[in-house]
Structures are given as C-alpha cells and as structure tokens.
T-cell receptor, first 111, second 115 residues
C-alpha cells in the first residue's frame, strides 16, 4: 500500500536556489525517512526523522515533521546540479518490517 | 565494501518465459525485499523475507516467486503469469525488524523489458 504522497510531482529550479517538497501520509507512523534516486539507479537513504522530532538537519538538508497534519517536508538549500534526482518519502505505518513509498518528487536543478 | 549487487542490469524477456533476477548482499542483513517501480510511480512491494527459508507476499506478489535459501541471496523469478512485467526492479536489505530505525540499503536495480 502506498502510504506517502509527495507534492509537487516535479520541480525545476536554478542552481543556488532552495528546493522544497512535501510528503503527506495516511496512518500513524514511528519514523519517516527520505530517499534520493538518481536516474536509473537505486535509492539512497538521506535522512530519518522520528515521530517525536519536529525538525532535523543534515548538511544542506532540512526535514520537518508535523504528525498532527500527517505531513513532512524536505528542504534542499543552495541546490547544485548534482541534486538533480527524484526524492521519495517512506513511512513505517504499515508494520514493523517494511516501508511504504510515495510516487516521489522529481527535482531538476538548472545550471 | 559492503553492499547489494543486482544482476543483470538489463534483462529482456520473451512472452511466456520465466526469468530470474539476482540479488546478493554482504551486509549481514537478515531482511531482504523486492520492489517494483513503474515510470512516474512509487515503489510497490512484491515480496520480503525476514529470515532464511521464510518470506511473505507484498502488495503485488501475483506472477512472481522468490526463494531464500541463503542469508546473502534473495532471487526473484518473474513468471509467465505476470502479464505486465516491464518495469524497474529494486532489491533492498535491512536489519531485521529495525527497518523503521535504520531504513533500507538498495541495489542499483534491474530493468526488465518484454520483447
């Protein structure tokens, strides 16, 4: 079952600008994770935020979580061409042993 | 270096054929997973295994089969019963029962095309 839904589906920005994408989910979660996928490759784990956290930073990434609204956002600051990829949120509300993924946000960073 | 290896990278299947996708990991992870990804869509879970000789169906198991005879290996067979197999297939692994805390490590995928 697909728990998370990302918004927007696609985003095009200039190098140096910030990129923000959102994830909404349906059922209660313990943690929420964000992954990146470069074209034609596997997904790479970026960051995990726990349900008792509201914000988390990792390098140029900032993640927020609002459990009352069942939503999360991922902000990439000072974007670079190498940030061009699809970004997925993954939730654990469907059981302890697996994650559910949304359809992703495709980010294109123009030089 | 530890990681997950999927092979082949590209695979072509004729109508009515069974094909097997390989997934091997040396991360010492107990849990392994197969996901299918279609263009513009998210990942859909096919099968997963928490331990050797045991596996569970995911959301779209029809037309697929798996085995887990070794901890390191979790091959996926796409059978002729799968009517629309053209997709990108991703294998992943995790520490068993802790996916919510540690997440997945993914392989680089196999692109399967029906010809």
């Amino acid at each position: 079952s697909q728990q998370g839904e990302e918004d927007p589906q696609a985003l095009s920005i200039q190098e140096g600008e910030n990129a923000t994408m959102n994830c909404s989910y349906k059922t209660s979660i313990n943690n929420l994770q964000w992954y990146r996928q470069n074209s034609g490759r596997g997904l790479v784990h970026l960051i995990l935020i726990r349900s008792n956290e509201r914000e988390k930073h990792s390098g140029r990434l900032r993640v927020t979580l609002d459990t009352s609204k069942k939503s999360s956002s991922l902000l990439i600051t000072a974007s670079r061409a190498a940030d061009t990829a699809s970004y997925f949120c993954a939730t654990d509300g469907d059981g302890d042993y697996k994650l559910s993924f949304g359809a992703g946000t495709t980010v294109t960073v123009r030089a | 270096d530890g990681g997950i290896t999927q092979s082949p990278k590209y695979l072509f299947r004729k109508e009515g054929q069974n094909v097997t996708l390989s997934c091997e990991q040396n991360l010492n992870h107990d849990a392994m997973y197969w996901y299918r990804q279609d263009p513009g869509q998210g990942l859909r879970l096919i099968y997963y295994s928490q331990i050797v000789n045991d596996f569970q169906k995911g959301d779209i198991a029809e037309g697929y089969s798996v085995s887990r005879e070794k901890k390191e290996s979790f091959p996926l067979t796409v059978t002729s019963a799968q009517k629309n197999p053209t997709a990108f297939y991703l294998c992943a692994s995790s520490i068993s029962g802790r996916v919510r805390d540690y997440g997945y490590t993914f392989g680089s995928g196999t692109r399967l095309t029906v010809v």
